[in-house]
């Protein structure tokens, strides 16, 4: 079975044990979620899109927050003297898909 669900505005192809990283989301390790925004539905060649899906996906929080690489956003104007240099690193969930119902 496949579902193609909507976590925190984006858009993600999952199967029953699939593990991915998300948007952090809140809540512990350990701790079960479940996500109801779910846009397509195969189930063995039979597909079901749009308002007609009717199925729920459940899954296990891994760990609660991973970050992601670091990224460097530097700004420099020649011969100005301008200098600015901006970092940031994204926090991620990591998620277990336990079920799709």
Same mark, same amino acid.
């Given at each position: 079975m496949?579902?193609?669900?909507?976590? @925190?505005?984006?858009? &993600? =192809?999952?199967?029953?044990g699939? !593990?991915?990283?998300?948007?952090?989301? /809140?809540? +512990?390790?350990?701790?079960?979620? *479940? &996500? +109801? /925004?779910?846009?397509?539905?195969? +189930?063995?060649?039979k597909? !079901?899109?749009? !308002? @007609?899906v009717?199925?729920?996906?459940?899954? *296990?929080?891994v760990?609660?927050?991973? #970050?992601?690489? =670091?990224?460097? @956003? &530097?700004?420099?104007? $020649? $011969? =100005?003297?301008f $200098?600015?240099?901006?970092?940031? $690193?994204?926090?991620y969930? #990591?998620?277990?898909? /336990?079920?799709? @119902?």
């Amino acid at each position: 079975m496949l579902a193609v669900v909507k976590i @925190a505005g984006q858009q &993600f =192809k999952v199967q029953a044990g699939d !593990s991915l990283y998300v948007p952090h989301l /809140e809540g +512990n390790t350990g701790d079960k979620v *479940e &996500f +109801n /925004e779910v846009l397509l539905v195969d +189930n063995a060649g039979k597909i !079901s899109v749009g !308002s @007609a899906v009717k199925a729920t996906v459940k899954a *296990e929080i891994v760990k609660d927050l991973v #970050q992601g690489d =670091k990224v460097i @956003a &530097f700004k420099m104007k $020649r $011969r =100005k003297g301008f $200098r600015k240099k901006h970092g940031h $690193r994204t926090h991620y969930t #990591q998620i277990k898909i /336990e079920s799709i @119902a």
